[in-house]
């Protein structure tokens, strides 16, 4: 156990809809992570906060967005859904993050989002 | 930016046997190089890193090599063992940053 978790598991929805995947991070971790994992695409960093604040961007569309709260939890936006979103999406966390910094990073079990 | 190669993207191995990994990374600069091994149904877990300035580590039956003028590190896992079956990553980081680019990824089979 990672010490990351991510709610919910498992999430179905259709086309066009908007959902909304949230993480929280180890414990006395700043930094979260974003990613997509999907079969053609691989491990894709979608976006990096920090302490509240954006920190990287990387792969992440239009229509998806996120933000962290005080409490460091982070939720994940994505909006105008297509079938194409179908993935797996981890969040992980590491304990800083910022530039010139390399640390650990770890992973939680991610949510499973199939658009019908 | 980063662009990191991974293989092979299938190994197979018997029981007891030796299994190496290996991967090229484009950025010179990138200083971090971390592999996670990730299981059906879990989120990828950090099994192994280097640093660059460090050219070999080792942890216990896993080990990391480093060549940075050749831009390519390798994991090499000795005495292999059925729940060593999964799927590995390795990565790199963007130069000055934290953020982590991804190999594709290798499953490897143990077979007892």
């Known amino acids: 156990d990672s010490g990351v978790t991510q709610t919910p598991k498992h999430l179905i929805t259709a086309t066009g809809q908007r959902v909304t995947l949230r993480c929280s991070p180890r414990s006395g971790d700043l930094s979260v992570y974003w990613y997509q994992q999907s079969l053609d695409q691989g491990l894709q960093f979608l976006i990096q906060y920090y302490n509240g604040e954006e920190r990287a961007k990387g792969n992440i569309l239009e229509r998806f967005s996120a933000q962290q709260f005080p409490d460091l939890h982070s939720e994940l936006n994505l909006s105008s859904l297509e079938l194409g979103d179908s993935a797996l999406y981890f969040c992980?966390?590491?304990?800083?993050?910022?530039?010139?910094?390399?640390?650990?990073?770890?992973f939680g079990p991610g949510t499973r989002l199939t658009v019908l | 930016g980063e662009n990191v190669e991974q293989h092979p993207s299938t190994l197979s191995v018997q029981e007891g046997d030796s299994a190496v990994i290996k991967c090229t990374y484009s950025d010179s600069a990138s200083n971090y190089f971390p592999w996670y091994k990730q299981e059906l149904g879990k989120g990828p877990q950090l099994i192994i890193d280097i640093r660059s300035n460090v050219g070999e580590k080792k942890d216990q039956r896993i080990a990391v090599t480093l060549n940075k003028t050749a831009k390519h590190f390798s994991l090499h896992i000795t005495e292999t063992q059925p729940e060593d079956s999964a799927v590995y990553f390795c990565a790199a980081t963007e130069s000055g940053y934290s953020t982590l680019t991804f190999g594709k990824g290798t499953m490897l089979l143990v077979s007892p």
């Open positions: 992980a966390s590491s304990t800083s993050g910022g530039r010139a910094f390399y640390n650990e990073q770890f």
